[in-house]
């Protein structure tokens, strides 16, 4: 693939795009079963008023809600995956937009159920598994639901909370269709001269050039145009919170943090625990970001120099296919059962591989888990993007365990262990790489890269919790989150996490409007939790060998059938305590002293 362009869709030769069809084999068959899940509304209406009568009946809606959830999953998935290959194909973000309003159409529909699941008396439900054996499939998601209780309203207000989801859906989707398909930024130029298309795809890579004037106009380019629509998405972000404000309470919750959490079961001391550690550690970060200077032999450092790396002549090319094969080779630790699954996915077309125009920027692996997951990459054939599809592939893999060892009802892991896995294949990629060099160039430009994905994972993913967590309070206080305060919070931190070394440009303060993830609820700081535990996971894969891997592959058979601090103990990693973040940073401070020792004259 030639990626010095941005091709349009049809010039992505079909090997390198998903295949959609194990979903629903064309665009019609997909329209069928819209029209089928929403002639369902007789069937669901039948068990209002019926669920706490006998076990039988109980168990026969449980039973419904899990088929109407795997439908749902595959319609949504579908539409999405088909929206994101061209975020300005009105056609297939129409689609997404049935699939959502049918999503909420059947989420009011069954309203009705969790308010008769929490009426229904203790000793009554203990005689209802008694009588029926077969519902103890469900005890832990009917414990969970009663575990609620406070927050769950009466069927008239959950029906009307449900019918509200689609309108809470709307400040992510203008932010999104802004950034992906009306912004169009000016080309980069480079020291030269030349001119490089800038885009949200192609940004990461720029800032990755070791032509400084070329990272310093895509950073100037980019936040630019930013700064022209910074109203408009500080908009977007004021009513995403106001709309999180109006969920939490009316579900009772004293902060928007405690309801994002308290749906994880999460206690926020994990949020809170993971700042303050991370404020105890900054001495590292600011050591790093010293090298960093003096490595690259600058009189100032600037933002756009926080991703270049600090090894000259390091940056190698790494085509597609030769990516895939050395993560199946690092991935080799997990098992001879996990390497078949990953080529599977890559031989199958489980992955979307390259940007084309309009396609959305970054990457995923889709919630569709069944028949198995979908992953979208960006790939630019640098060592970032190989690491990205360990990471994305990580996630698939997660997705394919719980839902093939976990019944429906318990198959879906909660956010706070999602990034975990993918995190680990990472780790565990580097190590690998690692292991096999001696060479002190190479080294240095490995650690480099795993210093910077703790950087950007645990420091940066922290300081984008801690903002986040500012405007939550800021909007419970009817204080509004205007561009101006979130430019001045955010200038604030971001000089506070990196230090006096490093030159906080005008233009980083309008980063925030750039960060999709501020309109996904609370999900960042999980980044960094997830990294702190995919650390101490894959030491004891490596250390351990088998039995610290058979741990890890029931914590990835696990879906949600425990709370997810419990299923990181059982795999060997306490979550409740500080110690795994502490023990990260440990590590990264070691990886700078190595990085500062090595010859590289």
């Given at each position: 693939m030639d990626l010095t362009k941005i091709p349009e869709r049809n010039e992505i030769p079909e090997e390198y795009t998903w295949d959609l069809r194990e979903l629903f084999p064309d665009d019609e068959a997909w329209r069928r079963e819209l029209e089928s899940l929403g002639a369902m509304g007789?069937?669901?209406?039948?068990?209002?008023?019926?669920?706490?009568?006998?076990?039988g009946r109980l168990l026969d809606w449980l039973k419904l809600s899990d088929e109407l959830g795997v439908r749902l999953e595959k319609l949504m998935g579908y539409a999405n995956c088909k929206g994101d290959q061209d975020i300005a194909d009105g056609f297939y973000q129409d689609m997404r937009s049935k699939a959502m309003a049918c999503?909420?159409?059947?989420?009011?529909?069954?309203?009705?159920?969790?308010?008769?699941?929490?009426?229904?008396?203790?000793?009554?439900?203990?005689r209802f598994y008694a009588e029926c054996p077969l519902l103890e499939v469900y005890r832990r998601s009917l414990t969970s639901i009663r575990r609620?209780?406070?927050?769950?309203?009466?069927?008239?207000?959950?029906?009307?909370?449900?019918?509200a989801g689609e309108m809470a859906d709307a400040p992510d989707s203008v932010a999104s269709a802004l950034r992906n398909a009306d912004l169009r930024f000016d080309d980069a130029v480079d020291s030269e001269g030349n001119r490089h298309p800038l885009s949200a795809g192609t940004y990461g890579p720029l800032m990755e050039s070791s032509d400084r004037a070329l990272r310093k106009s895509a950073f100037e380019n980019c936040y630019a145009k930013f700064r022209g629509m910074q109203n408009t998405i500080a908009a977007t972000l004021d009513a995403q919170f106001k709309t999180l404000?109006?969920?939490?309470?009316?579900?009772?919750?004293?902060?928007?943090?405690?309801?994002?959490?308290?749906?994880?079961e999460v206690p926020e001391s994990v949020y809170l625990n993971l700042i303050e550690a991370v404020h105890g550690n900054l001495d590292a970060m600011y050591r790093y970001v010293a090298l960093r200077k003096k490595l690259l032999g600058v009189e100032e450092l600037h933002m756009y120099d926080l991703y270049t790396p600090v090894v000259k002549d390091a940056e190698v090319k790494i085509p597609y296919e030769q990516a895939k094969d050395t993560v199946l080779k690092a991935l080799s630790v997990l098992g001879e059962d996990y390497t078949a699954l990953l080529k599977t996915g890559f031989d199958s077309r489980w992955i979307d591989v390259y940007e084309n125009r309009g396609k959305r920027s970054g990457a995923y692996s889709s919630g569709a888990s069944r028949p198995h997951p979908y992953v979208l990459l960006n790939h630019k054939d640098t060592l970032d993007s190989m690491f990205t599809i360990a990471h994305e592939m990580g996630h698939a893999l997660h997705s394919w365990y719980s839902c093939h060892y976990q019944p429906v009802n318990t198959s879906d892991y909660v956010i706070f262990v999602a990034e975990v896995a993918s995190t680990c294949n990472e780790i565990l990629l580097m190590r690998w790489l690692l292991s096999r060099t001696t060479d002190v160039k190479e080294r240095a430009a490995l650690?480099?890269?795993?210093?910077?994905?703790?950087?950007?994972t645990i420091y940066r993913q922290t300081m984008f919790a801690e903002f986040e967590l500012e405007?939550?309070?800021?909007?419970?206080a009817g204080q509004a989150l205007t561009a101006d305060a979130l430019n001045d919070k955010y200038l604030a931190l971001n000089r506070l996490y990196y230090g006096p070394d490093v030159v906080s440009d005008s233009e980083i303060c309008l980063e925030w409007a750039r960060i999709p993830h501020f309109f996904y609820n609370y999900y960042v700081y999980q980044y960094a939790t997830g990294f702190s535990a995919a650390a101490a996971l894959a030491e004891r894969i490596l250390t351990f060998g088998e039995p610290a891997v058979a741990d890890y592959k029931r914590f990835l058979s696990g879906g949600c059938s425990a709370d997810p601090i419990s299923l990181l103990k059982n795999a060997g990693v306490d979550m409740s305590t500080p110690a795994p973040v502490n023990a990260a940073l440990k590590l990264f401070g070691e990886l700078v002293e190595e990085l500062e020792n090595l010859n590289l004259s």
């Open positions: 007789d069937t669901i209406a039948a068990f209002a008023g019926t669920l706490g009568e006998r076990p999503a909420v159409n059947l989420s009011g529909l069954s309203a009705f159920s969790t308010p008769e699941i929490l009426a229904i008396p203790d000793e009554v439900l203990d609620m209780r406070a927050h769950i309203l009466s069927p008239a207000e959950e029906k009307l909370l449900a019918a404000r109006f969920f939490s309470e009316a579900r009772h919750y004293p902060t928007t943090l405690a309801a994002a959490l308290d749906h994880s650690i480099n890269h795993f210093l910077d994905q703790f950087k950007s405007m939550g309070r800021m909007a419970e």
